[in-house]
């Protein structure tokens, strides 16, 4: 597995990059957001809130109090579950309200788990099935977020741009409400009015300073309800890991299947191969050991070649698998084994107190060797270096080069298939490789240390 180095890593330039596609702003982001879009979506969201948060605790407390109330009959547990049911449907809704409004794309949770075909078996996993309890606490939670929150918007909304609009509307006040001005002071002998040029310039400079922070006041108030959508009404982080280590059971399959085939292959087409020529060779020298010895003794000493050519593929094969060294002396003499055949020098430094568990071990073994491939391939480097360390629980390796760089793992590459292997134990591959280099790719691991027998 090797990917293509210095092949325009970022031909698209990326954020700052003079040929990005990024849209620039000269206006700062203070001043923008009262007129972006991003913003009144937003407010949408919080204004929609209050009158379906209404709607939906309403509907959530009658149903749920009807169902508990019938539950000494039987007809209480199927409005229990239709209140439930009607609850997760809500969240449909709800997550599109989310996806359209707060660009928060939540997923389904998970479906309901039914042994069983029929309406008693739906009932049951209605009822036992925690997503559904979620999508209630979501209903009964949200109405008062959703009060507080509409208040706090709507009250700073419309101060702000009222205040900020005052030039142009104040005087509506002596002409048609009898006073000079907005009253800001008032008693029963005295008051002061907002009405001459220097209080109504500084009334909309106010404004102004409440026209900008309330975009942000209303961004805040809707990262609450990313919060409650994201955890009451997507999939439980239960859920969501057994998705995880389904996919990642995939990849560790189809990888082992991928090697199995390589092994199958390089056998077939390699030493095989090769025993099988020596054995026609054998033969034909035995048939003219009597006639020829001359010729059968050269004969033999051609198949004595080939004997050590099949050797060494096959300790190359066996070295592919599981090297002996890694398993006899530890990663320090394994990756030191495997620098001294790279091209280019490599200087190894591992500094591990123990020995990770064999599994990882391998892994990082392999992870180190198809860099340290990459770099004798493709990076037309003339130095690399290879660290690995332990960092808490986690074992982290490093390959660096000199080389031209522009490696890039998102382009379906050999990077790609590794990331996705150490993604299959809850590994990490992180690749910093600029046009020009140097390269620097970096791969953590989880810390298993070896068992004592």
């Known amino acids: 597995m090797a990917t293509e180095y210095g092949q325009g890593y970022g031909l ?152 900020l609009t005052y030039p142009l509307w104040f005087w509506v006040l002596p002409m048609y409400a009898g006073q000079d001005g907005i009253q800001l002071y008032g008693d029963e002998t005295h008051r002061i009015y907002l009405d001459n040029a220097f209080e109504v310039a500084v009334t909309a400079l106010v404004g102004l300073l409440f026209t900008i922070a309330t975009p942000w006041i209303v961004r805040a108030l809707t990262m609450v309800d990313r919060l409650l959508v994201h955890g009451l009404l997507g999939p439980s982080r239960l859920a969501s890991r057994v998705v995880e280590l389904e996919s990642d059971r995939g990849v560790v399959v ?107 071990e391998g892994i990082a073994y392999f992870t180190v060797s198809e860099l340290l491939q990459n770099v004798s391939k493709h990076a037309r480097a003339s130095w690399a270096g290879v660290e690995v360390w332990r960092a808490e629980d986690r074992l982290m390796l490093q390959v660096v080069d000199n080389g031209v760089g522009g490696a890039d793992a998102a382009r379906g590459s050999g990077l790609a298939g590794l990331a996705e292997r150490l993604d299959a134990v809850d590994g990490i591959l992180v690749v910093d490789s600029p046009a020009g280099g140097p390269t620097r790719v970096t791969a953590e691991l989880p810390w298993r240390g070896e068992r004592v027998r």
């Open 12 to 163: 698209d330039g990326g954020p700052g990059h003079p040929g990005s596609t990024e849209r620039r702003h000269r206006m700062p982001a203070a001043l923008r957001a009262p007129v972006e879009g991003r913003t009144w979506r937003e407010l949408g969201h919080v204004l929609l809130s209050l009158p379906i948060s209404i709607l939906l605790f309403t509907y959530a407390v009658t149903m749920v109090s009807l169902g508990a109330g019938l539950l000494v009959t039987f007809l209480g547990i199927p409005v229990l579950a239709g209140a439930l049911a009607g609850c997760r449907g809500v969240g449909v809704l709800e997550r599109a309200r989310a996806r359209a409004l707060l660009d928060l794309d939540v997923a389904e949770p998970e479906p309901l788990r039914m042994r069983k075909q029929g309406a008693m078996a739906w009932m049951v996993a209605v009822l036992k099935s925690g997503s559904s309890w979620r999508a209630l606490l979501y209903a009964v939670l949200h109405l008062p977020w959703a009060v507080f929150s509409f208040v706090v918007a709507v009250t700073l909304w419309t101060l702000g741009w009222g205040l």
């Open 254 to 360: 189809d990888a082992a299947a991928a090697d199995l085939r390589r092994i199958e292959r390089d056998l077939h087409d390699g030493a095989q191969a090769r025993l099988v020529a020596l054995a026609m060779d054998l033969g034909l020298a035995k048939e003219k050991l009597r006639e020829d010895p001359e010729t059968a003794v050269r004969m033999v000493d051609e198949a004595h070649g080939e004997v050590k050519t099949a050797l060494r593929e096959l300790r190359d094969l066996a070295r592919g698998i599981h090297p002996a060294v890694l398993t006899d002396r530890g990663l320090d003499a394994a990756l030191s084994a495997v620098a001294s055949r790279c091209t280019v020098p490599v200087q190894v430094e591992v500094d591990l107190a123990e020995r990770p568990a064999p599994a990882f």
